[in-house]
């Protein structure tokens, strides 16, 4: 049964920094890519970073040079360490990833960024 749960949201100011977090379980995760999303309210669901199986990444263009996107497969983990946060990435943070020709979504944590 494939899980991914996400921590580390919260309220800060404008500027400030979050690092979320999402553990995945059963997986191969070392194989597999593995992504953020977000949805703010009224809004669809946004890609914001991804990393490869060769960590190789990619971003969204709204948050280049003030996100970064990680992974330790030791620990079936993958980061989204977000710096200089402005007040629209407010919105619920989603892990994902495929596997075996599926899509599977974490349950989501808020960020919400306002002074």
């Known amino acids: 049964q494939v899980q991914l749960v996400e921590s580390g949201g919260g309220a800060v100011q404008p500027g400030g920094s979050l690092r979320l977090s999402c553990v995945a379980s059963g997986i191969i995760f070392r194989v597999v890519a593995m992504g953020w999303y977000r949805q703010a309210p009224g809004k669809q669901r946004e890609l914001v970073a991804r990393?490869?199986?060769?960590?190789?990444?990619n971003y969204a263009d709204s948050v280049k040079g003030r996100f970064t996107i990680s992974r330790d497969n030791a620990k079936n983990t993958v980061y989204l360490q977000m710096n200089n946060l402005k007040p629209e990435d407010t919105a619920v943070y989603y892990c994902?990833?495929?596997?075996?020709?599926?899509?599977?979504w974490g349950q989501g944590t808020q960020v919400t960024v306002s002074s």
């Open positions: 994902n990833t495929g596997y075996q020709g599926r899509d599977f």
């Open positions: 990393i490869f199986s060769n960590s190789y990444t």
